[in-house]
Each structure stands twice: as C-alpha cells, then as structure tokens.
C-alpha cells in the first residue's frame, strides 16, 4: 500500500500541492441547549495543512483514509419536490454508498 507523503518536506516548507488554511471546529456541540434553531456556534479556528490529491484520487479509499471521492451526476436535477427528493433521490444516494 502506497503511503501519503508527510506533511513537510525535510526544510518544513510546503510544497506545490499543500496549503495551510484555517478550519473553523465547532466546540461544544454536545452542550448545545436551545429550542431555537440557529448557525450561531463557539468556533475555534485552526490551521490545517490541505493537500491536492489531483491524480491520486483512487488511492483515497474509505477503508484506509476515512473517505473516498466519487464521480456520480444524480438524476435529481432541480430540488424542488421534497416527496420525489425522499422517494428517489434518498434511494439514489443510498446505492451510491452501497457501490462504495
């Protein structure tokens, strides 16, 4: 199995394909109380290194990595009728995990 490289190269600069950007972590969703619902959260910034992985995708797999990218057009299109997005497009989304 073929390993990723790390992070830094050896003089701990980045190299072409990462970028250091900052993630915002939601803190403390467990403790959230509230009957109203809101997007208002304690964030926390923090810096993570992200790398591109173009050319590499098929050796990202959810077995070893924890995710995996996948090439599927749904033939939902618009959106727009809740009842046929639960009936088809759910049933839809459920194969397309199922295949992974």
């Known amino acids: 199995m ?8 050896s003089e701990g600069a980045f190299s ?9 972590y939601v803190h403390n ?7 109203t619902v809101t997007n208002e959260r304690l964030v ?3 810096q993570v290194v992200v790398h591109d992985i173009s050319g590499e995708e098929a050796q990202y797999t959810l077995d070893v990595y ?3 990218l996948l090439k599927h057009e749904s033939q ?3 959106f727009d009728d809740e009842k ?5 497009y759910y049933k839809e989304c459920e194969e397309v995990y199922k295949s992974v």
């Open 2 to 9: 073929a390993r990723l490289q790390r992070p830094f190269t």
């Open 16 to 24: 072409h394909s990462q970028r250091r950007i900052p993630i915002n």
């Open 29 to 35: 969703v467990d403790n959230i109380k509230s009957d």
């Open 44 to 46: 926390a910034p923090t």
């Open 66 to 68: 924890g995710f995996q």
């Open 76 to 78: 939902e299109k618009t």
């Open 84 to 88: 046929r997005i639960i009936k088809e």
